[in-house]
């Protein structure tokens, strides 16, 4: 079966990972976040180190089988370091938990004067977890 890359103009993005998403997950990893990839995980490939098209804009793939992946990186340390983890809204409010970010800190980053209008923005919570790392 011949994949189906996403349409960008036509296709709309299922979940957002902008540009911005993908920088601030790029400085997540940079300071030490700790990814086991699993099914379930969307990861940006920079580089483009995967040559089947993605099903998504920007070079965002979707774990729906961890096999396929270790095909093409042979082993999880390989995928760790090729491949950029972004953590979905859920994802990121148990990191948010786990490094004891408050829900007041997350409402207010949410309701600040910088905050997008967007439902929810995971951005947010990338930068509360960046600036705790």
């Known amino acids: 079966m011949k994949p189906t890359p996403f ?58 089988n961890l096999g396929h992946f270790l095909r093409i990186f042979e082993t999880i340390e390989n995928m760790k370091a090729k491949l950029i983890w972004l953590p979905t809204w859920h994802q990121a409010k148990t ?14 980053a949410l309701c600040g004067e910088e905050a997008e209008w967007t439902w929810p923005d995971a951005a947010i919570l990338y930068e509360l977890i960046s600036n705790r790392l």
Do not use: M
């Open 95 to 108: 990191i948010c938990k786990n490094l004891k970010i408050s829900q007041t800190e997350i409402n207010d």
């Open 7 to 64: 349409v960008e103009g036509t296709d709309l993005e299922p979940i957002p990972f902008s540009p911005k998403h993908c920088a601030l997950a790029k400085e997540l990893k940079e300071k030490g976040l700790d990814w086991h990839p699993h099914v379930g995980c969307f990861a940006w490939d920079e580089k483009g180190h995967i040559d089947v098209p993605s099903p998504f804009p920007n070079r965002i793939y979707f774990i729906l």
